[in-house]
Every structure is written in structure tokens, then in C-alpha cells.
């Protein structure tokens, strides 16, 4: 059957009072109130896009608004950071300076606590964290002349370390976030890729490799071929990608499609999704999962109709191609989850069609 998963939560919904950088410097009292808001704010995420239709929801997404700067505490290599507007992620953030005797070890535990915490409400976690490669890329040297791609072979066991962790709690699946991968790399970094994941492949956990907010492009190759159990990338939006994509997927891995909001409109847009949607769903069966974008702004309540029709549509396509998507008692409007989150708030019930 096909599976619903999240993405997790629009980075404008996470800012709440405070930022990461900032939390440390409350007192303790303001500190204390701020991380029970953003507890209870996790939690009415969660359960929003589990109400929604989500079978796994998306854990350690939330970052307080700044994910890069989160897997540095992670990975413990937040002693040096800077503020940088980030073209990857699509906003400020604090992002890494490295120096060439960088060491990393696990320096955060809010990852594994998120996984109780959803796991104490019932709900099964996947953890989606931030790969390697586009961590390093990411950050900065304090050394102009220091190669921050050298640091890769300290990098890799700590997220070994990371998987056998979420192994121990019982997570089946982790993503791993490379929107790198929707830029035009240097050959070295190519390579390093391919290296990276030949070793994290040994490690526990299935892998979603999570390419968002941008198309693969030269990388698409590259991206398919990688040794992981799953590719998660943004619906494509041309029939020329569409077929490639699906041309280049070795048979036994999973791909995970997400519905953007500028997805191609009109009637022939339309004919093009469904047409791929009824394409993929024959080929791929149960291989085939669905999800949710994760809005970066606000959605009108007439958008988040839209979006929630055309998902029911193509709930309805991947059925009449045999596909069971299993989705009872009724079809839910997984693509308006964040749109409820950011704005529409209670009026989120009203978006839920029978």
C-alpha cells in the first residue's frame, strides 16, 4: 500500500518567541516556559498530520527555526557559528565554522528525546536530520585554504553513532536531508557522495535520501544510484523528469513523492499528474510513498482547498490503477497540514472533505 509521511513542520511555524542561537541566554524561568511551548507545539503538529492521514510524522524537524544550527549541537560542533542567509534551506541561519582539527561527537540529546516524546503519544517517528555532505557544504573554514570536505571521514561515525541510537529506540526509518544535491557540484564533492554513503549504508536503519525544494537535475543520476532504501524528492514538474526519474530508479528502492504548491496549474497540469500519478503508482505498487510539502509561507484557505482536491484525486487515480492507499475510514487532505499549522489554525476541521 502506499504510505503517507511527513515532512515535518514550515520552518515560519517553528520561530515561536525565541530562536536556538537566543535560548541559551534566558534565565532559567523564561528558558523553562519557552521549551514547554515548543513541546506543546510539536505535539500539536504531530497529531495535526497524523489526523491528517500521516502514518510516520516527521521528528527533530523542528530546530526552533534553524535546523543547520540544531545538527551542530547534534553533532556537537556549535563552539563556532555565523550568521549566513542560507540559499539551501531559504532563509538566515547559523551555520558552522570549521577548523582543520574539527572533532565531532553526539552533543544534543533533543533529537532522541523528540523520538520518546512521539513515541510516548503513540505516534511512529522518523527522524529527519540533515545529511553530511550538505552539513559540510553548508558550513565555512576558518582557514580559507582548509578543504571542509576533509572533515567528511570525522563526520560519518557520529552519524553511525546517531543511527544505532534511534536504532536502540526502535526507529525503522531515518531521512537524510541533501538539498545539496539540487546544485551543480564539483567533482570532488560528486565522489564524496558516493563514498559517504557506501559507508553509512552499513550502518542500522533504513535511509531516506530527502531532496527538497529544487530538482535534481544533473544530479538525478546520482541521487537514484546512491545505496540507500528510499529517495524522497519534490513532484516533478515536467514529463521529460517525470520519466526520467522513474527510468533511473533501481527496482527495489522507494520513492517518496511530495506535492509543492507551485506544482504545473491549469487542466493540462492537471492531465500531466494524474497521468504520472496513475504511471507510478502501476509500477511502483507499494514501493510508491506520498507527502506532504512543508510550506515556507502563509496558505490561503481557498489554496489549501485546492491542494487537499487535488490530493483526493489523486488518492482516487492510484486506487483505480490497483494501488490500495489505505487511507480509511475516509481521504484526507494530507497537503493542507501545514497550511492549517501556519495560519488557518482552528479552521483546520473545515478543510478535512468526507
Known sequence: ????????SARRAQQGDASLATLASLDDCDRTALIAQGRQQRQQ??????????EWLAVGDFGWGDRVLAHSYLVGAAARTEAEDDHLFAGPCQVPVFTADQSFAIGWEQLFDEVAEAQALGLVAKPVILGPLSYLWLGRSLDPAFDRLELLEALLPVYGEIFARLAAQGVEWVQLDEPLLTLELPLAWRTAFERAYNLLQREPLKKLLGVRQGELLD??????????EGLHVDWPRSVQAQQGLLDRLPAYKTLSLGLVEDTEAGQIGQQRRLQFARQVGERLQERLWLSPAAFSGAVDTAQAAALTAEFNTLVRTARQAGVDTSLAPREQPWSAIEAALAKLGAAQSGLVSS
Open 1 to 8: 500500500m502506499v504510505k503517507i509521511h511527513s515532512q515535518g
Open 45 to 54: 503538529a504531530w497529531r495535526a498530520q497524523q489526523a491528517a492521514g500521516c
Open 219 to 228: 544530479n538525478l543520476g546520482l541521487a537514484a544510484g546512491l545505496p540507500v
